[in-house]
């Protein structure tokens, strides 16, 4: 059972460029959220998908949007990149709360952003 | 303000001593608590977690943790620690009955000396 995966592993961009990462859930899992984490921070929670819509989010400019697909995989999107905006981006699933999820988040490796 | 303070940044402890990380959080509802584990560029693992119930819970690679409504704290412990334990820590909470966001600590960063 494959567990949570995200692509790109790494990316390279310039300020004012866009970027799109990619996160795949794991199975049986239908609740995508990201995550960003600044060098030696904690991550901080950008927002999270469920049935294909926005659920929650966090305190995150509107650079910064999502979708979810009905295979539940997620994107983020994120425009006109700033320098600040360099992290790890994590994505976590998690089980439907009627099957027992309790908020219980698997998360991915990650894609680290490098913004120049 | 929803809130997790992890009071150590840093802590280097001996191969084979005991170990306890520390993790207070404020938060108005009823919690779920977590720690997670993440090595150098790598995610996030889950060690354990806290729903109800026993306030003592263990986890994997021989990690326990204590809930202590009281002093709203969450800390961390193992008996014995190995050099693969070095590693970053992090302290979660999320609300309970909810599929919410997690708000994590700014982690503790453990290194262990041989």
């Known amino acids: 059972d494959a567990g949570v995966t995200q692509s790109p592993t790494h990316l390279i961009k310039t300020r004012g460029q866009q970027v799109t990462l990619r996160c795949s859930p794991k199975s049986g899992h239908d609740t995508v959220s990201w995550y960003q984490q600044a060098l030696g921070q904690g991550p901080q929670f950008i927002f999270q998908y469920y049935e294909e819509e926005e659920r929650q989010r966090g305190n995150f400019p509107d650079r910064f949007s999502g979708h979810q697909f009905p295979n539940y995989s997620s994107e983020l999107n994120v425009n006109a990149l700033l320098l600040g905006d360099s992290a790890l981006y994590l994505c976590?699933?998690?089980?439907?709360?009627?099957?027992?999820?309790?908020?219980?988040?698997?998360f991915g490796p990650g894609t680290r952003l490098t913004v120049l | 303000a929803q809130s997790v303070t992890q009071p150590d940044i840093h802590i280097t402890v001996s191969e084979g001593a005991s170990l306890e990380l520390r993790c207070n959080y404020s938060y108005g509802a009823t919690p779920y608590l977590f720690w997670y584990v993440q090595s150098p560029g790598q995610g996030l693992q889950l060690l354990l977690k806290?729903?109800?119930?026993?306030?003592l819970v263990q986890g994997i690679k021989g990690f326990e943790a204590e809930f202590k409504r009281s002093q709203s704290s969450f800390n961390l412990r193992k008996p014995s620690v190995h050099w693969s334990d070095a590693a970053e820590y992090f302290c979660?909470?999320?609300?309970?009955?909810?599929?919410?966001?997690?708000?994590f600590g700014k982690g503790t960063k453990l290194s262990v000396k041989p």
């Open positions: 806290y729903f109800s119930g026993d306030t």
């Open positions: 979660a909470v999320g609300r309970w009955g909810s599929q919410g966001n997690l708000i």
């Open positions: 976590a699933s998690s089980l439907p709360l009627l099957a027992g999820g309790k908020n219980e988040q698997f």
